[in-house]
RNA sequence: UGGGCGGUCGCCAAGUUGGUAAGGCACCGGACUUUGGAUCCGGCAUUCGAAGGUUCGAAUCCUUCCCGCCCAGCCA
């Protein structure tokens, strides 16, 4: 009753939504489930989420939200050895700065432990259940391969009496751990492994973190989450792929056993990203393995980390809605992840001006002591952003990058003899460099055009490029925190240890920037665009006297797409 | 090899009475620009895993084949 056919059913179809929408809009249609749409997001509490989660969060949220329904929060709880508070906490945090809000519908699936085993002793009662006595690896060998048929266990056909007797003794603690296990009784013959009398409780004497030791059997996933599904009225029950051959469990549990509803599970493709790895155990031992520095390292693909990077829920909530739902594995560009973040920024980080590896510039004709204050546009997406004032003096702070002593073709940036414009400030001409003993350039000397500041009759005067800077006296000493991505090939687990593709550079921390006063008293978490950098955010561990700061995401690069085209071309 | 899913542009993804391939990202041009940013305009699948077949006409129907993913936890 749980297949259906899309091609038998008289309802309209919804061209342009994704399959998951278009059941939706078909079975409310159909006026099924009262017409209500009631979801869940159902984490287990044994690790931190991920942008992989974000995608079904956004998927169970959004879809609550589209079709003026509900979701609740369910933590999967089942399975005592792997979980923990830490996680339900983290898991809460990381939701609601999603975006997200499950009011007062916070729930476990351990506050159902004993309406699940009142429903495994019906299943007894109904002669669908018993209590296996065999072992681990007895019970595996029965259970056939997937070309051959399991066989049945020698104590598949004891007495319902006999089940219930020894399942309350499970209960009550009776039994060591792996004596007995319920299971469901269906069919060993199931070309689906998963109808060959699979494990509905078992024993487990270790505290839960919610329910302490209160019990010590506890239910399998497949018969929990039917259950708490039901109970909690669920209408679509959304997961991944994999569970696709659970599907005639899910409904098998759910038509066995007297339930207030008959939820439906429906399927999707998890998400992948290139350059990442998004499975918990690895991004457990990453941490674990202190191969990053903790769950909210901003090279990490959680929620955490990407928080702590400065990426706009807004940017995710995009992205998870601009990649589509579709059944197909697929695997995401990050590039596609970066597009939503740029996107967000650029139309609400604010500019500001800052100097990752400082050279000096010393303006020649323009007096010592003396101080400009410069209008500058805090952000030309958003005029309601207004301006600020930037202090500008005989020494500024260029970036090493923007001048060349040896410019190659295309350089529109400083270099002797050369014009470029000071970004809010004047154009100048460089007139000469300073080197050390060893020959590198410490020091860069030009001189201003006085007439073209803003707003002056020279200021449009076409110059070739236009650099930032940062007064040498008034700006501020910061810590610049550069991420690339942790690993180096596109799929990471392709072959061999995923370890062994970890980016060596994918941290690059720069501990003598200089930024312009207006931020050095930002926040943590702000945003901001560094001007021709890109976008960083304020990290927690900024300190009053050094502001330290995260790239979230470079700006679109132009230029270094050209210098690496003329680079290949050299060569 | 048994079962379950899937295969449309470099990456996603529409395509739902068979009527002659949306859109996004990326990429390539060009305009504009005091961010080599943003914006804007233009280009980008004669082809839908392959081969046959049905049809006036097929990504959509039929047949066969190929490839990929998932399942043999007392994990979820």
């Excluded at 601009?322 to 596609?336: E, F, H, P, S, Y």
Aim: with cysteine; aromatic share 8%; net charge negative.
């Amino acid at each position: 009753m749980s297949d259906r056919d899309p091609a038998d059913s008289a309802a309209p179809r919804t061209p342009g939504l994704d399959f998951i929408r278009q059941r939706i809009t078909q079975d409310l249609a159909e006026g099924k489930n009262e017409g209500r749409v009631h979801t869940r997001f159902p984490p287990e509490p044994n690790g931190y989420l991920h942008v992989g989660h974000a995608k079904s969060i956004c998927l169970n949220f959004g879809l609550a939200g589209e079709f003026g329904g509900l979701c609740n929060l369910r933590f999967d709880d089942t399975n005592p050895v792997k979980e923990d508070t830490e996680y339900v906490e983290s898991i809460k945090r990381d939701v609601r700065w999603l975006g997200f809000d499950w009011a007062d519908r916070e729930y476990y699936a351990s506050d159902y432990f004993e309406k699940i085993h009142d429903c495994a002793v019906e299943l007894i009662r109904k002669g669908l259940a018993y209590v296996d006595s065999s072992s681990a690896e007895e019970i595996r060998a029965m259970r056939g391969t997937l070309t051959e048929p399991g066989t049945n266990s020698p104590y598949r056909e004891r007495s319902v009496e006999e089940n219930l007797d020894l399942f309350a003794r499970m209960r009550a603690g009776e039994f060591a751990d792996g004596a007995h296990i319920l299971r469901a009784k269906i069919d060993m013959a199931s070309p689906n492994i998963n109808l060959r009398d699979p494990a509905l409780f078992r024993i487990r004497k270790v505290e839960h973190h919610r329910t302490g030791s209160a019990w010590c059997i506890y239910p399998m996933y497949d018969f929990a989450h039917a259950i708490s599904d039901a109970l909690e009225r669920i209408t679509h029950s959304i997961c991944t792929l994999e569970f696709e051959d659970h599907r005639p469990l899910y409904d098998w549990c759910i038509d066995n056993v007297t339930l207030p509803s008959r939820p439906e599970q429906i399927e999707f493709a998890r998400l992948n990203l290139t350059y990442t790895v998004m499975s918990k155990r690895k991004l457990l031992e990453l941490v674990r393995d202190k191969h990053v520095n903790g769950w909210d390292d901003p090279r990490m693909p959680t929620l955490a980390g990407m928080r702590r990077r400065g990426v706009p829920p807004a940017a995710l909530r995009d992205f998870c809605q601009r990649i589509g739902l579709a059944k197909k594995n697929a695997t995401i560009d990050v590039g596609q992840l970066e597009f939503s973040i740029r996107d967000e920024l650029n139309r609400t980080a604010p500019r500001v001006m800052a100097v990752l590896r400082p050279l000096k510039l010393v303006i020649e004709n323009w007096e010592e002591g003396r101080v400009e204050e410069m209008d500058a546009v805090n952000n030309p997406e958003d005029p309601s952003a207004g301006t600020r004032k930037v202090p500008f003096a005989r020494e500024l702070w260029i970036e090493q990058d923007d001048f060349r002593e040896d410019p190659p073709k295309k350089f529109f940036r400083l270099a002797p003899g050369a014009e470029v414009r000071l970004r809010y400030g004047y154009i100048v001409k460089c007139t000469g460099v300073v080197k050390n003993d060893a020959g590198d350039v410490v020091e860069v000397r030009c001189t201003h055009d006085p007439n073209t500041k803003s707003g002056m009759p020279d200021a449009n005067r076409k110059v070739k490029g236009t650099i930032h800077w940062v007064s040498a006296q008034h700006a501020v000493q910061a810590e610049v925190r550069l991420y690339d991505r942790l690993f180096k090939s596109e799929n990471p687990e392709e072959a061999g240890s995923f370890l062994d593709d970890l980016n060596p550079d994918s941290l690059d921390v720069i501990g003598d920037a200089r930024v312009e006063p207006s931020v050095a008293a930002a926040e943590a978490g702000s945003r901001f665009q560094f001007e021709r950098l890109g976008y960083f955010a304020v990290d927690p561990d900024a300190a009053p006297t050094k502001p330290v700061f995260n790239r979230v995401v470079t700006l679109r690069d132009t230029w270094a797409k050209i210098a690496q085209s003329e680079q290949a071309a050299r060569s």
